[in-house]
C-alpha cells in the first residue's frame, strides 16, 4: 500500500521562508514523476512544481507565479521530495499537496496547510 506523509507547513510572514517534506512508502520512486499541487480556498487545485522522472537532473516545471522563489528537490535514497518556498507571499496561502506518479498510477499526500500573513 502505497502513503504520502507530508510535513512542514505551517503559518509564516510575508517573505519568510517554508520547506515541504513528502515521505513515501510503498513505492520506488527512481522511475517516477513527483510534484507539489495546491488549493486554495475557493480555486481549483493547481499544480506549483514537478520533477522530471528518475530525478536524474532534467528540468524542472514551475507555475508561473512561484518561478525563482520556489524548488522542488528529491531524495530516492529517502523516498522522499521537498519543495523549499521562498519570498512567501499572501497569495500563496493553500492547502499543498505532494504527488507521485508511476507507471500509470496516481498518489496524493493528505495536504498539509501553508498560511503566509501580510
Known amino acids: 500500500q502505497v502513503q504520502l506523509v507530508e510535513s512542514g507547513g505551517g503559518l509564516v510572514q510575508a517573505a519568510g521562508s517554508l520547506r515541504l517534506s513528502c515521505e513515501a512508502s510503498?513505492?520506488?520512486?527512481?522511475?517516477?514523476?513527483m510534484a507539489w499541487y495546491r488549493q486554495a480556498p475557493g480555486k481549483q487545485r493547481e499544480l506549483v512544481a514537478a520533477?522530471?522522472?528518475?530525478?536524474?537532473?532534467?528540468?524542472?516545471n514551475y507555475a508561473d507565479s512561484v518561478k525563482g522563489r520556489f524548488t522542488i528537490s528529491r531524495d530516492n535514497a529517502k523516498s522522499a521530495w521537498y519543495l523549499q518556498m521562498n519570498s512567501l507571499k499572501p497569495e500563496d496561502t493553500a492547502v499543498y499537496y505532494c504527488?507521485?506518479?508511476?507507471?500509470?498510477?496516481?498518489?496524493w499526500g493528505q495536504g498539509t496547510q501553508v498560511t503566509v500573513s501580510s
Open positions: 520533477g522530471a522522472a528518475s530525478g536524474n537532473g532534467g528540468p524542472a
Open positions: 504527488y507521485v506518479a508511476r507507471r500509470g498510477q496516481e498518489y
Open positions: 510503498g513505492i520506488t520512486l527512481s522511475d517516477a514523476v
